[in-house]
């Protein structure tokens, strides 16, 4: 029996990068798939179409995760859909990065906003769902610098750190309902993001890293898959790092 044989799990961001590869594996361990990403473009469709021909039932949604009333909506729409969720994975998430000096506001509140923000408008969602079926997965992508700092990065850091913070309380808060929720850390992965870095900056990245390589989607998928299954079951409100090393 596959892993996820027949939950239903909910991706945000999951049409590309890290979301992407996690939502191809958790198809790949049996599980129906809801991704969500701000517009139903070309790209979503083709990859809602690649999930389905899993053999698995999928559906992409669009919405703005950082909308409160809009994410509750999605959520009443996905479990009309699909029965119910037992996982939701808070990938969401957008850098705009400066240094602190001349960050402006609107960069500060609109990371906040989409990468903390949203994983509180998801989790407060799918506690209604979560709760009838007795129990549930939240896993929240957090990040490296998160845990430790980034210079030019005040604004994704501190969302990140956040949401640790959250992940630890909602660990607690629901942990008596068999709802368990932990956050991955991922340093350097290989994505269209990090992809556009100068070279210069991504051979600083490796340098740091014992391992001497970058991540890759996968790499941050697995660890996703495990929080998610039962392999994990007496696993909640931890933080685990997916850096080859960097964080130690």
């Known amino acids: 029996m596959k892993l996820l044989e027949g939950k239903v799990a909910i991706i945000t961001g999951g049409a590309r990068g890290i979301g992407k590869a996690i939502a191809l594996k958790f198809a790949s361990e049996g599980a129906h798939v809801a991704i969500t990403d701000l517009i139903y473009d070309d790209n979503v469709k083709a990859f809602e179409a690649e999930l389905n021909a899993m053999g698995i039932k999928a559906k992409a949604y669009a919405s703005n995760a950082a909308l409160f009333d809009e994410t509750q909506k999605t959520v009443d729409q996905i479990v ?7 996982i939701l994975v808070n990938n969401a998430g957008i850098t705009r990065d400066t240094l602190l000096l001349r960050m402006t506001e ?29 129990g549930g997965s939240i896993i929240n992508m957090s990040s490296v610098v998160g845990v430790s700092g980034n210079a030019g990065q005040a604004n994704y850091s501190a969302s990140k750190a956040g949401l640790i913070g959250l992940t630890k309380s909602v660990a607690k808060e629901l942990g008596s309902r068999n709802i368990r929720c932990n956050a991955i850390a991922p340093g350097f992965i290989i994505t269209d993001m990090t992809a556009k870095l100068p070279e210069d900056q991504r051979n600083a990245w490796l340098q740091n890293i014992p391992l001497r390589r970058g991540g890759t989607p996968d790499d941050v998928a697995n660890v996703a898959l495990f929080l998610a299954s039962d392999l994990s079951s007496y696993v909640s409100g931890q933080v685990i790092n997916v850096c080859g090393g960097m964080n130690t």
Do not use: H
């Open 106 to 134: 609107e960069q500060w509140d609109t990371v906040i906003t989409v990468n903390l923000k949203s994983a509180f408008n998801f989790t407060k969602a799918v506690l209604n769902t979560m709760l009838r079926r007795k």
């Open 80 to 86: 009309a859909d699909f029965g119910g969720v037992d």
